[in-house]
């Protein structure tokens, strides 16, 4: 499925002609401070996966040795997640008609006690989520 996105002044625009609808919720302090609330991100995405427009506009400040996150320097939308010289994780908010459905919640024990996403995906802790990420290299 193709997914059209902008940040809400319109300056940058992307494009992701095919992606599975598959969403993670980072619930992380920092994807707290970043997006405003926990992370509903889109799978992600290497550079050659999607086409942004705009790039002017856009302005990456190093959250990590490991990783930088990208906002519209105009308005403030908050636009990806960059794992350095990896994926890109695009918010859900920023796109037309997304449909899909929660896949995980990570750092589950971050996540602020007043609220809970209904959704019987796994949960994992910060612990467990990196292990999990370890794992798999
Ligand atoms: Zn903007
Ligand atoms: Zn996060």
Redesign the pocket.
């Given at each position: 499925m193709q997914l059209n996105g902008a940040?809400?002044?319109?300056?940058?625009q992307i494009t992701i002609p095919e992606i599975v609808e598959e969403i993670t919720v980072c619930h992380c302090q920092m994807c707290q401070k970043f997006f405003g609330s926990s992370f509903l991100s889109l799978p992600g995405l290497s550079a050659e996966q999607f086409a942004l427009q705009g790039a002017e506009?856009v302005q990456r400040y190093a959250s990590s040795q490991w990783a930088e996150r990208g906002f519209?320097k105009?308005?403030g939308?908050s636009l990806f997640y960059h794992a350095l010289g990896q994926d890109y994780f695009f918010p859900t908010g920023l796109f037309e008609g997304v449909t899909g459905k929660i896949v995980q919640e990570i750092f589950y024990d971050k996540k602020p006690e007043f609220y809970q996403l209904q959704n019987d995906a796994p949960k994992l802790s910060e612990k467990e989520f990196l292990a999990h990420l370890f794992e798999g290299k």
């Open positions: 940040c809400l002044c319109g300056n940058v506009f519209c105009n308005c939308s």
